[in-house]
């Protein structure tokens, strides 16, 4: 009988320890301070905000929780519309649902992927026409590549909108020098596991608006009055960041420009490998950023690669490697079926089409050269073999 190998997993985007955090998760139990807030949580809050160039962070539960605290601090309530980018993971838009708000979705375009600047003009204009603009507009770095902060800050200026930057994939990115997350009212970050640097879960909250994070973190803490007693005249939530992941984090922060580097070493060894097949293009990085390229993302052109991206998939986890579709646009959710959609240009969604050819490959920092040339050899194979299939056909 003839039995399969069966090779080890390759991983989308596993956790990479540095093997610091074990210091200060045994200091956290050295001294007892393992539940939420203490003295790991103080300290990565400044340390976030000191790496970032911003006045104050505040550290919770998860990204999502940020933004939604983002979004309450700038009074969004029921009735209320907030524009957000469409082509991203859906915990950017569910906060607006939390809060009874309406979102509506805003195109990419196709030097970033993220939002698209002329999208957001034409329903910031519909919006102002009408007499109700949004209460926020929330842009999305996508897959660490930064959006065109210039253009997008300078129409939320014009409108007087504030901008909420969901720099969830972006940490370690920048624009024009300027580091990812720091740019708009607020800025956003995840810790997730599958994130460049990892809590287990977790996510911060930041800004130059050192009232509005004194605030998120009262709110953050089930927004208890300062009384001798239990007394709350708010709503709050149960969303602070625990002392133990807390100290994980400060481990992780120190090491993310080697995790930074990692990425991008293994973005260019795949471009360099795969970027002259046929029908292959890579997720661009516009002049005057920096990426952290928290995943490796390119397009597939089914008819001049011949094979598909759901082939592709389907090919790369017969051999127990995970990969994945570019995140499915929110405005085709069945979630959101009713919210409106302004796309790139009249005739086209850049969106929808990044959606039907991309694919994310494995990325994670901590995968071997090894892992990445059998990804690579599947790739080919599967072009290779669909090539000569044509041919003999």
Known sequence: MIHQTVQKTIFLSSPHMSGKEQHYIQEAFETNWIAPLGPNV???????????????AAAVSSGTAAIHLALSLLGVGKGDTVFCSTLTFIASANPILYLGAEPVFIDSERETWNMSPQGLATALNDAAQKGKRPKAVIVVNLYGQSAKMEELTALCDQYEVPMIEDAAESLGSSYKRKQSGSFGRFGIFSFNGNKIITTSGGGMLVSNDAAAIHKARFLATQARDPAPHYQHSKIGYNYRMSNVLAGIGRAQLQVLEERVKARRAIFERYEQALSTLPG????????????????????????????????????????????RPVWKPLHLQPLFKDAKYFPHGEKESISEQLFAN????????????????????????????????????
């Open 42 to 56: 103080d300290a990565f809050e400044k340390e976030i905000a000191a790496f970032t160039g911003v006045n104050e």
């Open 280 to 323: 292959i293009q890579f997720m661009p990085e516009l002049e005057e950023t920096y990426s952290n390229r928290w995943l490796t993302a390119m397009t597939v052109d089914e008819q001049e690669a011949g094979v598909s991206v759901r082939e592709l998939i389907e090919g790369l986890a017969f051999e127990n490697i995970e990969a």
């Open 358 to 393: 991309g694919i994310c490959l494995p990325s994670g920092s901590n995968m071997e050269e090894l892992d990445q040339s059998r990804v690579i050899h599947c790739i080919k194979n599967s072009i290779t073999a669909k090539e000569v299939e044509r041919k003999i056909i």
